[in-house]
């Protein structure tokens, strides 16, 4: 078995190297001028991923020692963690209904449809909203996350 130093130096190059993943993701969406099923399936081939390069480090390595070593600073990090999936949870109920909406007007194979979103269902503002909220959110904690979780790993494991 692999030391402890190892161990979380994996862990911290692995989740680092989720956010190129969530940028270039994040860019492919800005960048669309219309939102096609090609495009929705080249983000998700990029976001995912992202996602499982988190994912595993965090349910493999940390939430197991997470009572191990609790203290204000774990603590704090896994909150910000939990709450950064929180805001992803939050982003995917109103991604499920507006893929559902879109899906149901055909608009991912026949994107070129002069048809507004707004008009597709009465509670697409909302579930956009819950997207842009949950997504953004997303990020923020990630981001927060991140910074703790390299902070204690340079102060347990390179400098102490």
């Known amino acids: 078995m692999a030391d402890e ?11 680092t190297a989720s956010f190129p993943f969530y940028l270039y993701g994040a860019w492919i969406m800005i960048d669309a001028e219309t939102v ?3 495009v929705l399936v080249y983000h998700l081939k990029i976001i995912f991923p992202g996602l499982v390069l988190n994912t595993v480090p965090v349910v493999s ?3 197991p020692r997470l009572f191990q070593q609790l203290n204000g600073l774990s603590a704090l990090h896994a909150i910000l963690g939990l709450q ?4 992803l949870v939050f982003a995917l109920t109103g991604i499920v209904r ?14 070129d449809q002069t048809v507004s979103l707004d008009d597709l269902h009465e509670n697409m ?7 842009r909220v949950g997504v953004f959110g997303y990020v923020v904690f990630w981001v927060l996350a991140w910074l703790l979780g390299i902070y204690r790993y340079l102060s347990g494991y390179v400098l102490g």
């Not at 979380?8 to 692995?14: E, K």
Request: proline residues 2%; aromatic residues 16%; positive net charge.
């Open 125 to 131: 503002g909302a579930w956009r909203g819950r997207l």
């Open 84 to 87: 950064a999936y929180a805001m």
């Open 61 to 63: 390595w940390m939430l």
């Open 36 to 38: 096609s099923w090609d």
């Open 5 to 15: 130093t190892t161990l979380a130096t994996l862990a911290a190059i692995t989740v």
């Open 98 to 111: 507006i893929f559902q909406a879109k899906w149901r007007a055909n608009l991912y194979r026949d994107p």
